[in-house]
């Protein structure tokens, strides 16, 4: 299967590229979208979006969904075992992508673990929460609400 779509942690959905020709999305600005999936049109709001990790929440004819996606490549690298450092300390956080940094949720010296949100970053008129992908605790915070950061830029130092 091209993709694997994790929904709410219950359930799981697999398809191909040659699925998608059934799917149209018609952007109409602000995060929201109209989807039409074999004849039926549902209307979807992007609540937030985590690209790094490909999971999304997002709100479909009014309900909430968090949803996990992976493609051909992130079944592979889970296949041969190489997706387990995820557990691993971080040393530092760096922008997945240029944006705007709206909120830093984090103080220096404060602990955190895998999952927690960290800051906010807006992109392309999206808010993105960054979360940490391991545990530690903030060292330094390097840049500072309203803050405009090119991709890779070094946010927060951690021990």
Known sequence: MDYKI????????EFDKSESKDLDIIPLGNNEYQLIINNKT???IVLEAD???????LKINGAIFR???SDA???????MGLSVVAGAKMNEVKAPMPGLILNIL???GQTFTKGDPLLILEAMKMENVI???GEGSVKNIVATQGDAV????LLIELD
């Open 131 to 133: 979360k940490a992908s």
């Open 51 to 57: 690209y790094k990790s490909k999971t999304f929440l």
């Open 67 to 69: 949803t996990e996606v």
């Open 106 to 108: 984090v103080q220096p």
């Open 150 to 153: 090119e991709k890779g830029q």
């Open 73 to 79: 490549f992130d079944q592979l690298v889970d296949k």
């Open 6 to 13: 994790k929904v709410d942690e219950l359930f799981n959905y």
């Open 42 to 44: 549902y209307k979807a």
